[in-house]
């Protein structure tokens, strides 16, 4: 980029082109009359699209180049959306302008930014009822006959590989897929046995140098655009249904500012996967679900799942410092300070003998003083919950009483403080842990995949 733009005084966001040849998804993006930003995605091995699927796989294209967006769009929330393709029909850009908002609202927050009634994506004028077609224009789509098989997201922490092992429990064909190039994905993907799909994601150049730039920089919805690629793929190779791993607490807010719910887990939530799999349905193909295979679960049911599938205790990591684009990682697979590392202990921590968890972190986490606010912000004592994938505070209440009951933990530096400071402050007929253990609440998987739901539990 040779342009000396200035994001944050930028009046346009442009979305240019998206266009697809052996194998690659080129998509281009624009602030004003700068010059083109473009991500590259890359199919491996990507077989010749099928006539009956040319137009879904359009459709799906034109999906990822939308979603993919967000990550340029965020660098200067430029008052105007444009596209070269011309506007939405109202169903398409309700999803955009829900996604954008929502997924975006952590970065808003952090930046001190409000995208109430900033964001809109252009619309079509809605179709006359004469046209014969649902509100907003859109219909059903075609069934493709899409081969029963599943393409199930890895990201290298324990839901998907509950996931994966309930899918395999009855029977199901299913493709271990992941987005990037990560060893330690790559590792727990290998070990699952499944076929294996390594897709490549190269943001452009350009978004760094627009970040030197002072461009807004921040947190996005990077499940979404997973989610996104993932529906091209289940195209291109025939799948018939996207199972990622996201539980029911996935769905509630980190916290409320100035009236908003600031969720840093939305795209994993439940309204946008109700979202994104009726568009599916009515966009793209019939017969392609997109769901949560774990959503009527909680973490702490998750997690005392994925305590019976030792062949993956020394693979998995859930340390998202693991994960990072830029900056430094962990020696071994714990940091053993984000709040992933602190979470999954605390949860793992009722379902596995004591000794066994502390060789899986190499160290006693609920020991070490120097982790109290990690904790106490888990547990929502004087803080809100961490802008990252972990569950509900009320679950980590729960499972730090179910230690402090334990004679095994008691004396534990941070278990004791929570039995002596925190615990008298509670409602103790609130703490009980067999409640999270059971499944509740709306899911949208499909009736091919829901004998693997019994699994879990």
Known sequence: ?????????????????????????????????????????????????????????????????????????????????????????????????????????????????????????????????????????????????????????????????????????????????????????????????????????????????????????????VTAVNSAILVVAAILYGHDSIAFANERSASAATLEYEGQQVNHQWSKGYLFETLLNDWLHSHVAADLDYCSLLRPYSELAITRAFAKLTPYFDVFSSCNRNFRILGPKPVDRWCGQCPKCHFVFLALAPFLPKPRLLSIFGRNLLDDETQTAGFDALLEYQDHKPFECVGEGAEARAAMYALSQRPEWQEDALVARFINTILPQLDVSQLALEPWLQPLGEHRVPVRLQGALATIG
């Open 1 to 221: 980029m040779t342009t000396t733009i200035q994001p944050r005084l930028t009046q346009v966001f442009r979305f240019v082109r998206a266009n697809y040849a052996n194998g690659v998804a080129e998509l281009a993006y624009a602030f004003d009359d700068g010059e083109e930003l473009v991500e590259r995605i890359s199919f491996p091995n990507a077989p010749a699209i099928p006539a009956a699927r040319a137009a879904a796989f359009e459709a799906a294209l034109k999906l990822l180049h939308l979603v993919a967006g967000i990550s340029y769009y965020k660098a200067g929330v430029p008052p105007k959306i444009e596209l070269a393709d011309g506007p939405l029909d109202e169903a398409t850009a309700d999803l955009l302008d829900t996604l954008y908002l929502h997924g975006l609202a952590e970065f808003a927050y952090r930046n001190g930014l409000d995208l109430r009634g900033r964001i809109a994506f252009p619309r079509a004028l809605p179709p006359s009822p004469a046209d014969g077609r649902g509100a907003g224009g859109e219909g059903s789509a075609p069934t493709l006959g899409l081969p029963k098989h599943t393409l199930v997201p890895i990201g290298g922490g324990k839901d998907s590989l509950v996931a994966v092992e309930a899918i395999k429990s009855i029977g199901g064909d299913a493709t271990a897929v992941w987005v990037g190039n990560s060893p330690l994905i790559a590792a727990c993907a290998e070990r699952t046995g499944l076929a294996l799909l390594n897709i490549q994601r190269e943001l452009a150049p350009g978004l760094f140098e627009l970040n030197q730039r002072g461009a807004w920089n921040g947190h996005i919805p």
